[in-house]
């Protein structure tokens, strides 16, 4: 089955700097790759997906790049704000067939140091 | 347009008891998932769910977890008996599912947060 893992699990930076996750998964067949942020006592709340069509995708201030021969992505957050701070995991799977629930990473835990 | 919502929000019971877990998915998405979240981990696939079917559930612990999503909306999973290790947030999710299968985003719900003790 397919294996997520996510680095580094604490990342802490100050506000306005940027901060960068990345992930890599073993299952060549997987083709999407979401990005979700949890807050605490929330369920995760979808940031971004790419799909592996695609090299690199932006919305406003995050972006995320698929590196596919490598088998690993990244999450680019720049200009960070104290809202920003959260749990941020990455996940993959195999869309568009029958069976594609998530494999998710172990998290990381973004601190924006004010 | 709602979110996916999920009853109880918290749950607290002794080891060996039985529990069950409320999901409604938002309203006209077709496949429902449950994860269970350890502690300091990422959610982990329990069962996928398209309409009334169950698509996958190779990662359910079959011996004391069983789900149901009768008529194709929502969804129970319950834990019967409950052990020590079973203490986690449930989460459920779900995803329209246009032809073609291109649509796959998932919509998390609040969780359940089970302690078993």
């Known amino acids: 089955g397919e294996n997520v893992e996510q680095h580094p699990s604490t990342l802490s930076v100050q506000e306005g700097d940027s901060a960068v996750i990345k992930c890599t998964y073993s299952d060549s067949a997987s083709n999407y790759f979401p990005w979700y942020k949890q807050e605490l006592g929330k369920g995760p709340q979808l940031i971004i997906d790419?799909?592996?069509?695609?090299g690199e995708k932006k919305d406003q201030r995050i972006a995320v790049t698929l590196n596919k021969t490598a088998k690993h992505f990244s999450l680019h957050i720049t200009e960070t704000q104290p809202e920003d701070s959260a749990v941020y995991f990455c996940?993959?799977?195999?869309?568009?067939?029958?069976?594609?629930?998530?494999?998710f990473g172990k998290g990381t835990h973004l601190i924006i140091q004010p | 347009e709602a979110g996916v919502a999920q009853s109880p929000r918290y749950k607290i019971i002794e080891k060996r008891q039985s529990v069950a877990f409320w999901c409604n998915p938002i309203?006209?998405?077709?496949?429902l998932y449950w994860y269970q979240q350890i502690l300091g981990q990422g959610p982990k696939l329990l069962i996928q769910f398209q309409n009334n079917g169950v698509v996958d559930d190779s990662q359910l612990p079959k011996d004391r977890f069983s789900a149901e999503r009768l008529k194709g909306v929502d969804s129970t999973l319950k834990i019967q008996p409950a052990k020590l290790e079973d203490s986690a947030v449930y989460l459920c999710?779900?995803?329209?599912?246009?032809?073609?299968?291109?649509?796959?985003?998932?919509?998390f719900g609040p969780g359940t947060r089970l302690t078993v003790l």
């Open positions: 996940a993959a799977s195999n869309a568009g067939g029958g069976a594609d629930g998530l494999t």
């Open positions: 790419i799909r592996s069509n695609v």
């Open positions: 309203s006209g998405h077709a496949t």
């Open positions: 999710a779900s995803s329209p599912r246009l032809s073609g299968g291109g649509r796959v985003t998932q919509y």
